[in-house]
């Protein structure tokens, strides 16, 4: 069926049986979702009414969190009334919606996360240039590269990726790489494509932030002991949530690329983990980076 027809509807085949537990699963998902939603627009909020937290890492966290309102909201409503829902299907542009949101918003992530990185490599290494550098028009910029750059480049994606289906169920819950495998013919240019995407939004980013945080260490390694233990908890939470983060997203991409075979219920328990920590990992990017005496104070 091309993709220009009516309506085309999709089958979301990573669904196991859920007749008896659909309801506790429903119930499960549905308080993770307002834990995510409340927790980040939280987040965004303290930081919005807060006039001394309108500094470039903070407003990097904000983003952080409104990127996870976003993505959230593209992903979980539809999860939930699939619980309850004798069949699991979507449309396709829905479909197309949903994929478009999910690797738009993850590699915004990365790209918001090398953004951080090189907040703290000026304010530690460079403290006396940073008010210079980090002015409110740069991070401005910052944000808007980081925002409408992966959403354009996965449109181009998108658009170019979805020709004439010829199967029409999906091997995940939700819509991400394996909607590709839909088509009748596979074109090397989406591979291609998808593949500069995740150079040019994971692989780089990761890297930059590696090197970034090891110029970090080595400079600091010559000062004090305050300074060190500074740097220390403010860098290494930054690099185990990238790390963790990084790994989740290699398991989508490793799935989807090497047409690995495995269980629906290995393929659920690895897809759900991977929403969660989308979802969540924001609110440890703030208990991590923030100090502890900076929290007390937005909540007094």
């Known amino acids: 069926m ?10 979301l085949g990573g669904f196991v049986d859920m007749n008896k537990y659909r309801y506790v699963y429903f119930f499960i998902l549905f308080m993770v979702y307002v834990l995510i939603m409340c927790s980040n627009c939280i987040i965004v909020y303290l930081i919005l009414i807060h006039k001394d937290l309108h500094e470039p890492m903070y407003v990097f966290i904000a983003a952080l969190s409104f990127n996870s309102v976003l993505f959230s909201s593209a992903v979980y409503p539809k999860l939930l009334i699939d619980f309850v829902s004798d069949k699991q299907i979507i449309s396709l542009p829905a479909c197309i919606f949903q994929y478009l949101m999910y690797y738009s918003l993850v590699s915004s992530d990365f790209l918001l996360l090398a953004v951080m990185a090189f907040d703290r490599y000026v304010s530690i290494c460079k403290p006396l240039q940073y008010p210079t550098i980090m002015r409110k028009s740069t991070v401005s ?12 480049q996965m449109a181009g994606v998108t658009l170019g990726g979805f020709k004439k289906l010829c199967t029409f169920t999906l091997t995940g819950i939700f ?8 088509n009748c013919v596979r074109s090397a ?6 593949v500069f995407c995740l150079i040019s939004f994971a692989l780089l980013p990761v890297l930059f932030v590696l090197f970034t945080y090891a110029k970090i260490f080595i400079i600091t390694s010559k000062r004090g002991k305050e300074v060190r233990k500074k740097a220390a908890e403010t860098c290494l939470p930054h690099l185990m949530v990238l790390f963790s983060f990084s790994c989740m997203c290699a398991y989508d991409v490793v799935i989807a690329r090497l047409e690995l075979n495995y269980s629906k219920t ?3 328990v690895y897809l759900y983990q991977t929403l969660i920590y989308c979802s969540l990992k924001r609110i440890d990017q703030l208990s991590t980076v923030v100090n502890r005496n900076t929290i007390l104070s937005l909540m007094s």
């Open 189 to 194: 240019v989406p591979a291609i494509f998808g």
């Open 141 to 152: 910029i910052l944000l808007f590269v980081a925002w409408l750059w992966p959403l354009a």
């Open 2 to 11: 091309d993709v220009k027809s009516n309506v085309t509807y999709l089958i």
């Open 266 to 268: 290995v393929l659920l």
């Open 175 to 182: 819509c991400n790489n394996s909607i590709l495998k839909l």
